[in-house]
């Protein structure tokens, strides 16, 4: 069972990223995997999540910006960063889980979770 999330580095304002979450031992038609972000002295944050039927969500400050996406053949979710912003900057973290829709948002009740990765997004 693992989830690695990849993609991250260095970016100035305005550009773009892809960042990568690849499982294994989980399907995506089976389970729902969540983008998440934790900037240096705050509280790690929801930013999307896509459903195991395909639906996708984004919290306010992505939306517009960020799409994610899944390639079931290869049980791998993108997420893909436009128009990135300092306040982007954070350490990305994909994670696993069945949450109820009103709750993905919420970080404790996904089951497993990827080693993160640093996004850095410079002024």
């Known amino acids: 069972v693992q989830l690695q999330a990849s993609g991250g580095g260095l970016v100035q304002a305005g550009g773009s990223l892809r960042l990568s979450c690849a499982l294994s031992g989980w399907r995506l038609v089976d389970y729902g995997i969540g983008w998440f972000r934790q900037a240096p002295g705050k509280e790690r944050e929801g930013i999307s999540y896509i459903r195991s039927s395909g639906a996708t969500y984004y919290t306010d400050s992505v939306k517009g910006r960020f799409t994610i996406s899944r390639d079931i053949a290869k049980n791998t979710v993108y997420l893909q960063m436009n128009s990135l912003k300092p306040e982007d900057t954070a350490i990305y973290y994909c994670?696993?889980?069945?949450?109820?829709?009103?709750?993905?948002?919420?970080?404790?009740?996904?089951?497993?979770w990827g080693q993160g990765t640093l996004v850095t997004v410079s002024s």
């Open positions: 994670a696993v889980g069945r949450p109820v829709l009103s709750a993905w948002r919420t970080s404790g009740i996904y089951y497993y």
